[in-house]
């Protein structure tokens, strides 16, 4: 059986939403110390991270990778983290490659990669670590930060996507369902060791977000400032060799459309 870890989490949603076929046991992180939850667990899968974390140094008492860790090494459970790709520093984000030396974007990525050495040190092979690009879905949630609910939030009050940096600015996003696709084979096949989750090339977010306003049949895109900044896409050669699996720019550009039509419906059916 699987343990998801961080039920209400956006990617943890997704995920399940599309688990059938598969033996899940899906609880929010303040059940972790209920040792019951962890009967008959081949696989762990964490969602949870404390937000904490994303703005200050390490502290443990906040690391629940930390806390599921032990448990994984007491049970002999495979475990999934969640990394990002804010462990690649800046110099080496374009073309960034698993076994490259890290040292973290910022203190959230240096939070995420001491988290992976920790886990690394505990559970050995017994370990997948993924390091998504922009995982990008339908969020909706007025204070999101994440790329979807960035985009969509605006277009949905507005009608206009105001871009912070240039439109041609190339990032590695892929879409949810695509990431959702590549965590199923993992808790399949159990890996060991560290795989980049990203499409197979980087694309401008001008273009992302016109794809959005095609599908949603109306709207305007603004690029506020020329900036071209943070731009960044991981080598993809361990997803394509391990799990046979790639996303191109047609299956993201088809996503893209279709989160457009999405949001059109849903707020037909709220002016109805």
Not at 42 to 71: G, K, M, T, W
Not at 85 to 108: M, P
Not at 159 to 168: A, D, Y
Not at 255 to 265: A, D, H, K, N, T
């Amino acid at each position: 059986m699987i343990l998801v870890v961080g039920k209400n989490s956006f990617l943890a949603k997704e995920f399940l939403a599309r688990a059938q076929g598969l033996l899940v046991r899906a609880i929010s992180h303040a059940e972790i110390n209920d040792e019951r939850v962890f009967r008959d667990i081949s696989c762990i899968v964490n969602f949870s991270f404390s937000p904490v974390l994303c703005e200050q140094h390490y502290v443990q008492s906040f690391d629940i990778d930390a806390r599921l860790a032990h448990l994984a090494v007491d049970t002999g459970a495979h475990y999934v983290m969640l990394s990002s790709r804010k462990v690649y520093q800046e110099a080496i984000q374009w073309g960034a490659r698993e076994d490259a030396h890290v040292t973290g974007s910022d203190i959230y990525g240096q939070n995420k990669l001491r988290i992976e050495n920790e886990l690394i040190a505990a559970l050995g092979n017994r370990l997948t670590i993924l390091r998504p690009g922009n995982v990008f879905g339908y969020e909706r949630q007025p204070e999101r930060k994440r790329f979807g609910a960035y985009l969509l939030n605006q277009l949905a009050a507005t009608g206009v996507i105001r871009l912070t940096v240039s439109p041609f600015v190339r990032r590695d996003v892929v879409p949810v369902d695509f990431f959702c696709e590549v965590l199923r084979e993992v808790v399949a096949r159990k890996p060991g060791g560290i795989i980049n989750v990203g499409a197979e090339k980087s694309m401008e977010i001008g273009r992302i977000a016109l794809w959005l306003i095609d599908g949603f049949g109306s709207g305007r895109m603004f690029a506020e400032s020329p900036l071209e900044e943070d731009e960044f896409q991981l080598n993809t050669e361990r997803l394509r060799s391990t799990l046979g699996l790639s996303c191109d720019q047609d299956r993201l550009a088809e996503f893209s459309v279709e989160l457009g039509r999405r949001l059109r419906r849903e707020i037909d059916c709220d002016v109805d």
